[in-house]
């Protein structure tokens, strides 16, 4: 039997994540994309919430809770609809803690998992889309060769977040033409952090472009030991996670486009009353909720631990159309004053166009 009521913990947990996106998140995103800068007090607010440490194992000092794909959607929503950056900078550490947690050795749990428990925001991330054309996460140009007791890597990233801070990165490079992840410490010779990217959107998460050159990572920190990782079942986590958080900004979009319809008024009354614009919110109701639904049935398949590979594509390539398409719609709504920066459309559109190209294509 399906069911689409979140749990009483779930929704416990939904009022309180939008409670405090409203809170702080949309207190200050418009400051944070035009300064790009996240104050350090939000994120550690959102540390306190535990929404990392909460299902790491209490034997490495988490909370030991299951976890949860469908309630970390939920989460990821409410946190995005508050704003993208300040989300995907919330939830950046998680990029190595849930790989770790699901598919890391006991020596890899013990040394890293711990770091990611403790009083203040731990930044780690990681580092899969390369800089070229026809880039593709099951075929990728950054190499993991063994050599002796080491491995090798050798390659560049791109939109890598939060790099330059981050004490640990999960790089993922081609071994053998399989994708493998490797735990790399900051302080690992051949590993180069460039320059801040200059995005069009998510101008408030600091991104990064890195080179490895002969960059050597033990042997022991191939993820997940001589077994590997499941990197399909990573990219569908990601997948799920994006998609979520698409649905947020989407919604936050539409919300706002929808208020403002009721409220301007033009030839007369309201411009929520012309078919052209009623319509266009309709079908951006509708795109939405079919999105999300999209989304639960991508976790429901995760959540009982089955191959959700195609829900998990199917779902991100959606999702992408979809946020373009509301937040363009939003601006469209708002008329002239959508495109100018006293609105925060224009700064969800920047930002939705994102999505195609986080985690490179959607169809792989
Ligand atoms: C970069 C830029 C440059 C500009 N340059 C100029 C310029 O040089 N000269 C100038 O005069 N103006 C200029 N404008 C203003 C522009 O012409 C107006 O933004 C435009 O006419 C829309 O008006 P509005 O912004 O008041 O939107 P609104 O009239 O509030 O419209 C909002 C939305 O409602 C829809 N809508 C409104 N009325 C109806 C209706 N009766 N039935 C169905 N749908 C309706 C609109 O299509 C739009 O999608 C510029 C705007 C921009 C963004």
Same mark, same amino acid.
């Given at each position: ?13 939904? #009022?309180?994540? /939008? ?9 200050v ?30 034997e ?32 950046c550490?998680?990029?190595?803690? =849930? ?7 006991d ?22 889309i390369?800089?070229?054309?026809d880039?593709?996460?099951a ?7 063994? *050599? ?5 890597? *050798? ?6 977040? @939060?790099?330059?801070?981050?004490d640990l ?6 071994? *053998? ?5 490797? @735990? &790399?410490? +900051? ?5 180069? =952090?460039?320059?801040r990217?200059? #995005?069009? %959107?998510? +101008?408030?998460?600091?991104t990064?472009?890195l080179s490895?050159?002969?960059?050597r &990572?033990? /042997?022991? !920190? ?10 399909? $079942?990573?990219? #569908? ?24 319809? /009721?409220?301007?008024?033009a030839? %007369?009354?309201p411009?929520?009353s $012309? ?6 919110l ?6 939405i909720?079919?999105? $999300?639904?999209m ?8 959540d ?7 829900e998990a594509?199917?779902? +991100? ?16 709504i @708002? %008329?002239?004053? %959508? ?10 559109? $920047? *930002? ?5 190209t986080? !985690? ?5």
């Amino acid at each position: 039997m399906v069911s689409f009521s979140p749990s009483e913990e779930q929704q416990m947990i939904i #009022n309180m994540v /939008k409670e405090f996106s409203t809170d702080h998140l949309r207190r200050v995103y418009r400051e944070c994309d035009e300064s790009g800068i996240i104050p350090a007090d939000v994120i550690d607010t959102a540390w306190e919430f535990g929404f990392i440490s909460t299902s790491i194992p209490e034997e490495f000092q988490g909370l030991g809770e299951a976890r949860s794909s469908l309630t970390g959607a939920l989460i990821a929503e409410e946190l995005a609809w508050g704003d993208l950056s300040i989300a995907m900078h919330i939830l950046c550490p998680s990029l190595v803690a =849930i790989p770790l947690v699901e598919m890391g050795t006991d020596e890899q749990k013990s040394k890293y998992l711990p770091g990611f428990c403790g009083d203040r925001f731990k930044a780690a991330t990681a580092a899969l889309i390369e800089p070229r054309f026809d880039f593709d996460p099951a075929a990728l140009s950054t190499t993991a060769r063994l *050599n002796g007791g080491d491995y090798v890597l *050798n390659g560049e990233k791109c939109y890598v977040p @939060l790099a330059a801070d981050a004490d640990l990165l999960l790089v993922y490079a081609s071994e *053998n033409d399989c994708t493998q992840g490797f @735990l &790399v410490e +900051k302080a690992a010779t051949g590993l180069e =952090i460039m320059e801040r990217e200059k #995005n069009m %959107g998510i +101008k408030a998460l600091a991104t990064y472009e890195l080179s490895l050159k002969d960059c050597r &990572v033990p /042997k022991g !920190n191939r993820l997940g030991g001589e077994d590997g990782c499941d990197f399909g $079942r990573i990219l #569908n986590y990601s997948r799920v996670a994006l998609s979520a958080m698409a649905v947020g900004v989407a919604r936050g979009a539409f919300e706002y486009a929808r208020d403002y319809a /009721k409220e301007r008024s033009a030839f %007369g009354e309201p411009i929520a009353s $012309r078919q052209t614009i009623a319509f266009m919110l309709a079908e951006m109701a509708i795109e939405i909720d079919a999105t $999300r639904l999209m989304t639960w049935e991508a976790t429901w398949k995760l959540d009982r631990g089955e191959d959700a590979t195609k829900e998990a594509s199917l779902l +991100k390539s959606y999702a992408d159309e979809m946020v373009l398409t509301v937040t363009d719609r939003a601006v469209q709504i @708002l %008329g002239g004053h %959508g495109y100018i920066r006293d609105h925060p459309v224009e700064l969800w559109l $920047r *930002n939705g166009r994102g999505f195609a190209t986080f !985690n490179g294509m959607a169809i792989v």
